[in-house]
């Protein structure tokens, strides 16, 4: 086991700071915008940074990295057939002072690279799974009972780092139901990884999957980026994420 992970040292900075000056444009595997972060893959491990862009226009990401790490602690308790990654280093990097996150790799591929290969009735099985996840993590609820809508950790600043129509659906003041649970904010064939080297059930070939917390695409078998917070869940949208 790597002796550096979760470990606030110095010599723990300094050795993700070597990892971080390995990710460069060929390890690259989701290139972001000016101000947000690249997303690279080396060996087992998936880094988030934004060292490639200014510094000027980075994006603060303290607070959804926290959150993160609390939510796929939360989802752990409930998801214990769900392979959720590891968290192994967050935090700022000495060398450029930039914010960064190292999870670990999740085996397979994204459910929508795998959908086209996938027999209709694959496809309704893997609808029926995310359907069960969903509702497990529904069944988590605020400790709170005068919780409002929020990630498991607050960000003063999520609503000035988001989509509006996302604020307004997410955290709008005029939402009232009091149905409070935790809940996934980006759940689709994207997030969803499949191993394609297990199986469930021979008969069909169903391939496990894991959800992707992130956005790298932000859990059957696991999930990815964790946008994770309490707020209300609708069991019909996968049928609209997943089509037949």
Not at 113 to 141: C, G, N
Not at 173 to 185: E, G, V, Y
Not at 189 to 209: P, Q, R
């Amino acid at each position: 086991m790597n002796p550096y992970i979760t470990d606030p040292s110095s010599d723990s900075l300094e050795y993700w700071a070597s990892v971080v000056d390995l990710c460069n444009e060929a390890a690259t595997i989701y290139p972001a915008g000016e101000g947000d972060r690249d997303v690279f893959s080396l060996g087992s491990i998936i880094i988030k940074s934004s060292h490639l862009h200014t510094r000027e226009s980075e994006i603060h990401y303290l607070y959804a990295d926290a959150n993160e790490v609390e939510a796929i602690a939360i989802a752990k308790n409930v998801l214990k057939d769900v392979k959720v990654p590891d968290i192994y280093f967050n935090g700022k990097i000495l060398i450029n002072g930039r914010q960064v996150l190292v999870q670990e790799m999740l085996p397979g591929v994204a459910l929508a690279v795998a959908w086209p290969y996938l027999s209709q009735t694959q496809k309704e099985s893997f609808k029926q799974q995310a359907r069960a996840i969903l509702r497990q993590l529904h069944s988590i609820k605020p400790t709170d009972r005068g919780q409002i809508r929020c990630h498991v950790v607050p960000d003063p600043g999520t609503l000035t780092r988001i989509h509006p129509l996302e604020g307004d659906i997410l955290f709008s003041d005029s939402n009232t139901d009091p149905d409070m649970s935790f809940m996934h904010n980006d759940f689709n064939i994207f997030n969803i990884i499949v191993d394609m080297t297990k199986s469930w059930d021979s008969s069909i070939g169903k391939w496990l999957a894991s959800l992707v917390g992130t956005q790298l695409g932000k859990f059957i078998v696991g999930l990815d980026s964790m946008t994770l917070h309490f707020g209300k869940i609708s069991m019909s949208t996968m049928s609209v994420i997943l089509e037949g």
